[in-house]
């Protein structure tokens, strides 16, 4: 287990926002993200000591390691877990299917989601926003080019060299990347990421990209290019998203 108490910072009640503007096509989207100020189990059992003497902080700390360890194994188990009656780890599939499934390896991959408890959710309602930060960071995409001979204008071919130009393009950080993502029919992105096909990246500059399109896009389908940059001083990711693309036969 991590012991960072001494980096802990005392939360308070009050947050800040950082608002970003996704630019898809003509459509101006405003999201936000809220700051986070981390908790990690240590820094809950530093706390719990400190309130109450009594307690044995290595105990504790053994307790929540084999409190872990039991729910893995209870989730392995193919069973969800209630935890500590904030909310309920369960299992769900990762995304949605094109086609109705006929045999277990069309369904989509198994993942963990949590849902909260009405207790959970009540206990930031008390919370108060201090600040409001506009992010002008954003990458920016001017032009996708497919590097395949024959392919029409804003159209990619799976498994192909696609070039993109721009400007605040470079990736950096363990969650950045640049993906396709699916095109709702009233032309708006998906922006579940798990969703998002991501691209092998070859070229990777400032203003410059090259990356291969992912075999498994639909082939007539449309598709938008997501691209996560760079991480904000909050530790979200700045990004922007391209015009739609069609997927060449």
């Known amino acids: 287990m991590a012991t960072i108490a001494s980096e802990f910072k005392n939360s308070t009640n009050k947050i800040s926002v950082s608002i970003r503007k996704l630019v898809y096509e003509e459509t101006e989207t ?6 986070r100020n981390t908790v990690n189990i240590d820094n809950l059992i530093t706390e719990i000591c ?29 069973k969800s877990v209630n935890l500590l009656d904030l909310g309920t780890l369960y299992i769900a599939l990762s995304g949605g299917m ?26 930031v309602g008390k919370l108060e926003i201090d600040k409001i ?64 096909l991501k691209c092998v990246v070859t070229r990777n500059l400032p203003k410059t990209l ?4 992912p075999d498994n896009l639909t082939a007539g389908e449309k598709y938008a290019l997501a691209i996560k940059t760079r991480p904000l001083a909050d530790g979200t990711y700045s990004v922007g998203f391209s015009e739609t693309l069609k997927v060449a036969e």
């Not at 003497?53 to 188990?77: H, T, V």
């Not at 395949?148 to 990736?171: F, H, Q």
């Open 98 to 123: 094109k086609i109705a499934p006929k045999t277990a390896s069309e369904i989509s991959s198994l993942t963990v989601k949590f849902s909260p408890s009405k207790t959970l959710t009540e206990s």
């Open 50 to 78: 400190e309130k109450n003497p009594a307690y044995n902080e290595y105990e504790l700390k053994k307790f929540a390691k084999d409190l872990k360890a039991g729910i893995l194994s209870n989730l392995s188990n193919a």
């Open 30 to 35: 405003f999201v936000g993200r809220v700051s």
């Open 133 to 196: 930060v506009y992010a002008d960071s954003a990458p920016l995409i001017s032009s996708i080019k497919c590097l395949w001979d024959g392919i029409e204008e804003k159209a990619v071919k799976p498994g192909k060299l696609v070039s993109i130009t721009g400007d605040r393009l470079k990736l950096e950080g363990t969650e950045c990347g640049l993906y396709f993502c699916p095109v709702a029919e009233d032309g708006s992105a998906e922006t579940d990421e798990a969703k998002w």
């Open 210 to 213: 090259e990356a291969y399109v």
